[in-house]
């Protein structure tokens, strides 16, 4: 049997780790399809997604209106902050319009997290730091406020960081919807017929990790970069849940919306029309 390799981009972290852990680990029958993992930061793999590099990809929502043409979204992978979300930090208390004159470290103006973030305050100053790094740079002084994404959102208080907005909530309260941050997209040249078999394995993934969900948390601690087994599973059950297994009606909307708004706010060039493969 011909094998046939897919590309598989996805980010170091215990949520898309526990997605993909079925795939990783060979626990599903993938035919005559082998899947080669390549992990990097969300904002290196937007930037792939531009150039159209990888068959499948992680990819921020944000990005997603830009490549269009090359993509369709799969209907499985989302990962919604469902009245939760990046988390805007400070060392020292801030109020939002404090917020507003300052400069905000971000993990790349290609995350849907630097979207939300000019949505919620405007046009402000943001510098781009690896995600990883943002805590040490707001800690450091060498910025006042700083955009978290990932596991920050959950170990901020234990370093003593306060809480200017979590995004999430605050769109939960603008628009009643969750926060769409990020998904799966694939190249729309594979054609349907392997479209939908890489679709059907990858829902297969994620439903694997949550029908055997100890095994799947413990592999994606290696990913959670010091977390200890409790607080990955707690980070895991926040963006991996049913919008994962399907956006359903209520997610779809809520990338509708979202990408409208940035269109209305002159974020995103052009109007976009969602396609789901």
């Keep these: 049997m011909n094998k046939r390799e897919i590309t598989l981009g996805h980010s170091p972290d215990p949520d898309d780790a526990f997605m993909f852990y079925a795939l990783a680990a060979e626990k599903i029958d993938t035919g005559n399809l082998t899947f080669r993992h390549i992990i990097q930061d969300i904002e290196t793999l937007n930037r792939r997604a531009l150039n159209a590099e990888l068959d499948v990809?992680?990819?921020?929502?944000?990005?997603?209106?830009?490549?269009?043409?090359?993509y369709a979204l799969l209907t499985s992978g989302a990962s919604m902050g469902n009245?939760?979300?990046?988390l805007l930090i400070s060392r020292k208390p801030m109020t939002l319009d404090e917020a507003k004159t300052k400069t905000i470290a971000i993990a790349g103006k290609m995350t849907t997290s630097a979207l939300a973030l000019r949505l919620c305050l405007g046009d402000v100053e943001?510098?781009?730091?690896?995600?990883?790094?943002?805590?040490d740079a707001v800690d450091s002084g060498e910025v006042e406020a700083g955009l978290l994404i990932h596991e920050g959102q959950l170990t901020y208080k234990a370093r003593g960081f306060n809480k200017v907005v979590d995004l999430g909530e605050w769109w939960m309260q603008e628009t009643g919807l969750p926060l769409p941050l990020g998904g799966n997209a694939i190249k729309k040249?594979?054609?349907n017929e392997l479209i939908q078999r890489v679709s059907n394995l990858l829902r297969e993934s994620i439903?694997?990790?949550?029908?055997?969900?100890e095994v799947a948390?413990?592999?994606?601690m290696k990913y959670g970069r010091g977390?200890?087994?409790?607080?990955?599973?707690?980070f895991v059950g926040m963006y991996v849940n049913d919008y994962t297994i399907d956006y359903g009606e209520r997610g779809r909307k809520a990338v509708q919306l979202l990408l409208e708004r940035a269109h209305q706010a002159g974020i995103i060039p052009s109007p976009v029309e969602l396609e789901f493969a």
């Design 57 to 70: 990809t992680a990819v921020s929502i944000h990005t997603y209106a830009y490549v269009l043409n090359d």
């Design 83 to 86: 009245n939760y979300g990046p």
């Design 126 to 135: 943001t510098v781009e730091i690896p995600f990883d790094k943002i805590m």
């Design 189 to 191: 040249s594979l054609g």
């Design 207 to 213: 439903e694997y990790g949550l029908a055997n969900r």
């Design 217 to 220: 948390v413990r592999h994606s």
């Design 227 to 234: 977390m200890e087994e409790s607080l990955t599973d707690k």
